[in-house]
């Protein structure tokens, strides 16, 4: 079984496929998408319940109802019950989604970053571009208004836009500025005031020889920083831009530069809970 959690829930099993929608309510989906933020640990029935009914009016007999909607799950998931037992676990006050039998696209793309970590740079380019391949859209962007998915879903984002930070700079560096301007203008769009973003965008613009844009998206730098943040662009905006001045290449510039220019790599810390550990940036 397959589960999507970047843009809307789907749940793929062979030929079959289930939405959001498809899942018996609004509550018995929900409960299924806390246990896989869970990512394979207990969740309390006290927890199901807070982000169920964050306003108070829970049913009376909350265990019972929970028990209830796990139930349809299963019977809506599954067309095999004994798997269906393996997989939505029941405890003592708790339940548990095994990730045994179920591959889940967070797993993956927090497996391809862990792997880029520790690779070499045309390695890192191709598990970093497999990841955001795989993030395709908001963490459970239906949900868009629960409150208990907004965490989970800054840190994903902020993991999206390392990773796009990343493979514009290592492209960069390789030489080739169509992919890095690309992958910056999507880290742009996730992170709009992303001031290595700009940069980043800058250079590929500047290698590709489009200087009057390079000085647009100069300018905007700098008046989205000071209008919406009240803050000028750092001394390394600038240095870029003196070299950009200078027409010195983009790999010439990232070759030589310190602190948040100089490469860096996306670090996430395995087998945590995405809710329990900060974002890699």
Same mark, same amino acid.
């Given at each position: 079984?397959? *589960?999507t959690?970047?843009? %809307?829930?789907?749940?793929r099993?062979?030929d079959?496929? #289930?939405?959001?929608?498809d899942?018996?309510?609004?509550?018995?989906?929900?409960?299924?998408?806390?246990? +896989?933020?869970? &990512?394979? @640990?207990? /969740?309390?029935?006290?927890?199901?319940?807070?982000?169920l009914?964050?306003?108070?009016?829970?049913?009376?007999?909350?265990?019972?109802?929970l028990?209830?909607y796990?139930?349809?799950? !299963?019977? &809506?998931?599954?067309c095999? !019950?004994?798997?269906?037992?393996r997989? *939505?676990?029941?405890?003592?006050?708790?339940?548990?989604?095994?990730?045994?039998?179920?591959?889940?696209? #967070?797993d993956?793309?927090?497996?391809l970053?862990?792997?880029?970590?520790?690779a070499p740079r %045309?390695?890192?380019?191709?598990?970093?571009?497999?990841?955001?391949a795989l993030?395709t859209?908001?963490?459970?962007? @239906?949900?868009?208004?629960?409150?208990?998915?907004?965490?989970?879903?800054?840190?994903?984002s902020?993991?999206t836009?390392?990773a796009h930070l990343?493979?514009? !700079?290592?492209?960069? +560096?390789?030489?080739?500025p169509?992919?890095? $301007?690309?992958?910056?203008?999507?880290?742009?769009? $996730?992170? %709009?005031?992303?001031?290595?973003?700009?940069?980043?965008?800058? #250079?590929a613009n500047?290698?590709?020889?489009?200087?009057?844009?390079?000085?647009?998206?100069?300018?905007?730098?700098r008046?989205?920083?000071?209008?919406?943040?009240g /803050?000028?662009?750092?001394?390394?905006?600038?240095?870029?831009?003196r070299?950009?001045?200078?027409?010195v %290449?983009?790999?010439?510039?990232l070759?030589?530069?310190?602190?948040?220019v100089?490469?860096?790599r996306? &670090?996430?810390?395995?087998h945590?809970?995405?809710?329990?550990?900060p974002?890699?940036?």
């Open positions: 079984m397959d *589960i959690m970047f843009g %809307p829930l789907v749940v099993d062979g079959r496929q #289930l939405g959001p929608s899942l018996g309510g609004v509550k018995p989906r929900q409960v299924l998408e806390l246990l +896989l933020l869970a &990512r394979g @640990h207990l /969740v309390c029935t006290d927890t199901i319940a807070d982000a009914w964050p306003e108070g009016g829970e049913p009376r007999n909350v265990v019972a109802t028990n209830t796990v139930c349809v799950l !299963r019977q &809506r998931m599954f095999d !019950r004994d798997q269906s037992r997989v *939505i676990v029941t405890g003592q006050g708790a339940y548990l989604l095994s990730l045994a039998e179920v591959r889940v696209d #967070l993956q793309f927090d497996d970053l862990m792997r880029a970590e520790r %045309p390695e890192r380019t191709r598990l970093l571009s497999a990841a955001v993030s859209g908001e963490l459970l962007e @239906h949900a868009r208004y629960d409150e208990w998915v907004q965490q989970d879903r800054l840190i994903y902020q993991r836009t390392r990343c493979l514009a !700079r290592d492209w960069l +560096l390789e030489g080739e169509s992919p890095a $301007l690309r992958h910056a203008e999507l880290a742009l769009g $996730l992170s %709009p005031y992303s001031e290595e973003a700009f940069r980043l965008l800058m #250079l500047h290698d590709l020889g489009y200087h009057d844009i390079v000085r647009r998206v100069l300018a905007t730098c008046s989205t920083l000071g209008k919406e943040l /803050v000028a662009c750092s001394p390394e905006t600038e240095a870029v831009v070299a950009i001045e200078a027409r %290449p983009a790999r010439q510039i070759a030589g530069a310190q602190g948040p100089a490469a860096q996306p &670090r996430v810390r395995a945590l809970p995405a809710a329990l550990e974002a890699f940036a």
